[in-house]
């Protein structure tokens, strides 16, 4: 009924989707829900124009026309009466040729994929200004929560100190699940995968490459210009042992897997890797599944976006979000993000942090002070000591708190300290984040 009575005053618009999977079908139901809603308040009415899929027998629980599927995703994306393209088929090669040609042929592209922006970004940025069709991703970091929309806009007058991020939500899972419960990485990855919480195999969420992907498009928004993959160091979750997850309690932390991205003087330092995270932080009470980023900008100071960050409906609303502003002619932030050059990157092992360490030690007098000797030798500084009771076998865990020192003089200690005869094992060392 609205849209017979606004008819007239009304932008139509065709949507042609590529991928009818999770979150395909959450925006397929979020726009034959509210599209009526979505015209009352912009004055561009959403419809459906076309779903390709490989797949297009399956029930994804909500009611399309069979007409509107094919398998062929190129007569969806050359179809002259399709308005915007969305990509969410996921991967990088396939989505890739889809979207340049989507550009190329002048339509405007919502896409989710997070892969795809990190490992290919300024090849469709540059596609995008060229054919002067934009290019909306606010989905591909964090589900729903609205993280890159505030980096555009809500926060375009600030220069981004810091931001932090628990991005993934399979891994942010596992380590809740590990503290609350007292269980082992190993069981409680195996349970997330029956559960559907992670994937298999799970490499890409507990390798930490999934945050940094995201983390990558977060940076370039930051700093205005594409940030190449290889830019971070990547660390993941991958067997953490339980110890540590105990010790980190203990100490008044809680251990996340964290995207950290800090500018130091005028270079940024970017990295994945599970860190200490002070209990009374407001990122240590981020648990279960859920997504936040924490945002230090020079003008407005801390902020915090938190939400669910992956599943068919927090995504499906990024999604429509973009659709609608793609509809609206805006031209996304291609020409931003090309005008400027990739900021500075610290080198990893220039940059500074303290860390936990823990290392098997054996029962003996002198060993403490042979550790030490060899941490002093390296400039790492000692905050704290705590000795745990013996071990069978004549072992004791000893745990270290460090003041800031340099990445190259923890790898150096650390190489050294390995070849000690008093030290059994490989030592354990985790980041600190003091929020400083």
């Known amino acids: 009924m ?16 590529l991928g009818f999977g999770t979150v395909g079908a959450g925006v397929v139901e979020g726009i034959l829900k509210n599209g009526e809603l979505m015209a009352q308040r912009t004055g561009i009415f959403p419809t459906i124009g076309k779903i390709a899929d490989l797949d297009i027998k399956t029930d994804r629980g909500v009611k399309v026309d ?6 062929d995703a190129l007569s969806v994306i050359d179809d002259p009466e399709i308005d915007v393209i969305v990509e969410l088929i996921g991967g990088v090669k396939v989505a890739k040729d889809f979207v340049l040609r ?3 042929n002048g339509k405007p592209v919502v896409t989710a994929n997070k892969a795809l922006l990190a490992e290919a970004g300024r090849e469709l940025f540059e596609a995008s200004a060229k054919s002067g069709a934009g290019i909306f991703f606010e989905a591909s970091v964090g589900g729903g929560i609205p993280v890159l929309r505030a980096l555009k806009d809500g926060l375009v007058g600030n220069q981004i100190k810091s931001m932090y991020g628990i991005l993934n939500g399979t891994c942010n899972y596992i380590l809740t699940r590990m503290e609350r419960e007292g269980l082992d990485f190993d069981v409680v990855l195996a349970d997330a995968q029956k559960l559907g919480y992670a994937e298999t195999p799970p490499d890409l969420d507990i390798d930490g490459i999934d ?8 940076a370039s928004l930051a700093y205005g210009a594409p940030v190449p993959m290889d830019a971070f160091t990547i660390e993941g979750i991958r067997g953490l042992s ?3 997850i105990e010790y980190a309690a203990e100490l008044g932390y809680r251990i996340k897997l964290l995207a950290v991205i800090r500018n130091v003087d005028g270079a940024v330092e970017m990295r994945v890797e599970p860190s200490f995270v002070p209990e009374k932080h407001l990122l240590a009470s981020v648990h279960d599944s859920y997504n936040a980023v924490f945002i230090e ?6 902020t915090l ?12 609303s990024a999604v429509i979000g973009d659709i609608m502003e793609a509809a609206s002619g805006k031209g996304g932030c291609s020409d931003w993000l090309l005008k400027n050059k990739p900021p500075s990157v610290r080198d990893a092992k220039d940059v500074s942090i303290r860390c936990y360490l823990r290392m098997s030690l054996k029962d003996q007098p002198d060993v403490m002070a042979q550790v030490a000797h060899v941490l002093g030798k390296n400039q790492v500084s000692i905050a704290s000591i705590i000795q745990k009771e013996e071990n069978a076998g004549g072992q004791v865990p000893v745990v270290f708190l460090t003041h800031k020192a340099l990445e190259k003089n923890f790898v150096a200690a650390m190489e050294e300290i390995e070849r000690l005869d008093v030290v059994d094992g490989k030592p354990v060392r985790m980041a600190i984040e003091d929020f400083e």
């Open 297 to 302: 900008g020079d003008v407005v100071g801390n």
């Open 305 to 316: 976006y938190y939400g669910r960050g992956a599943g068919r409906h927090p995504t499906a």
């Open 211 to 218: 945050t940094a992907h995201k983390a990558v498009v977060l």
């Open 242 to 244: 339980h110890r540590e």
């Open 66 to 71: 069979k007409a509107l599927l094919t398998t």
């Open 2 to 17: 609205f849209a017979l009575q606004m008819g007239i005053f009304m932008k139509k618009i065709k949507i042609g989707i």
């Open 102 to 104: 989507a550009l190329k």
